[in-house]
């Protein structure tokens, strides 16, 4: 019964690998986001997802490419990984105009060596 | 800039004690302010603000909105050991966007 899933949890990968992170809600949500969590804890918004059609776009390398193939799932591609890629990964997702709440999931800790 | 600030950064209480963390912002159209919980994972929706001056209420936990001073105030009376999470303030601009605090982290010792 989980609301929003996210896989891999953990991801531990070198530099310059392509790597991709999965995300699902089943919430029926019609929006949903990545957020990347520095090390200072900071989450900052990457993307965000409205029927599938891209809202926010923020200032983000272009080697990261979100997918949306469906409502409920919101993939995240990033080539060519550097090192200041490592960051805990959370996707999220939110209902209704103003959204109440996002609802995150579990996060992805991205590790680049 | 939008940004959200978030203050202090870090509080250590015993359990029993009240604390109050602080929110203040500076955000171009604004639509709500919200309250997050992030304890080893994600973190988890506490409050939506959107009006001055109306306190909202969670067991132990409470916040409220001045949208005249740009703030918000979280509260937790009687604190215990599982209150210890890092507090995340969030608010909501016109463009979608929710802009995040850095948080604060709460340690509370038996």
């Known amino acids: 019964d989980t609301a929003v899933s996210q896989t891999p949890k953990y991801l531990v990968t070198q530099m310059g690998n392509d790597k991709s992170i999965k995300c699902e809600q089943n919430l029926g949500h019609d929006t949903m986001y990545w957020y990347k969590q520095d090390s200072k804890k900071f989450l900052k918004i990457m993307f965000s997802y409205n029927n599938k059609e891209l809202i926010i776009n923020e200032t983000v390398p272009n080697r990261f490419s979100p997918k949306s193939p469906d409502k409920a799932h919101l993939n995240l591609h990033i080539n060519s990984l550097e090192l200041g890629d490592s960051a805990v990964y959370f996707c999220?997702?939110?209902?209704?105009?103003?959204?109440?709440?996002?609802?995150f999931g579990p996060g992805t800790r991205l590790t680049v060596t | 800039e939008d940004k959200v600030v978030q203050s202090p950064l870090s509080l250590v209480v015993h359990e029993g004690d009240t604390v109050t963390l602080n929110c203040s912002y500076e955000?171009?159209?604004?639509?709500?302010l919200l309250w997050y919980k992030q304890e080893k994972k994600a973190p988890t929706f506490l409050f939506m603000l959107?009006?001055?001056?109306i306190e909202k209420k969670s067991g132990r936990l409470s916040s409220i909105l001045d949208k005249k001073e740009l703030f918000s105030i979280l509260n937790i009376t009687a604190t215990q050991t599982g209150d210890s999470a890092v507090y995340l303030c969030?608010?909501?601009?016109?463009?979608?966007?929710?802009?995040f605090g850095q948080g604060t982290e709460l340690s509370v010792k038996p």
């Open positions: 955000v171009t159209n604004f639509r709500s």
């Open positions: 969030a608010v909501h601009n016109q463009g979608g966007k929710l802009i």
């Open positions: 999220a997702s939110s209902q209704g105009e103003p959204p109440r709440g996002r609802y």
């Open positions: 959107t009006s001055s001056g």
